[in-house]
């Protein structure tokens, strides 16, 4: 898996590190970094097919 390195304000990263661990949502940073970029696709995803941009895969 390719690793990425992003810079991010400090106050996201304590609400994300709210999330992360024995009592968050997510194992770990990447974890949770993963999931929020799928939703985000996701909702770029639902938006194209709304205004018809997606490309058929046929």
């Known amino acids: 898996m390719p690793k990425i390195s992003v810079e991010i304000p400090g106050e996201l ?9 024995d009592d968050g949502k ?3 940073r990447s974890d949770a970094i993963r999931a929020s ?3 985000n696709l996701d909702i770029l995803d ?3 097919a709304r205004h018809n941009r997606l490309e058929d895969d046929e």
């Open 13 to 21: 990263l304590d609400d994300l590190d709210d999330h992360v661990g």
């Open 37 to 39: 970029i799928r939703k």
């Open 46 to 48: 639902e938006i194209d």
């Open 26 to 28: 997510y194992v770990n």
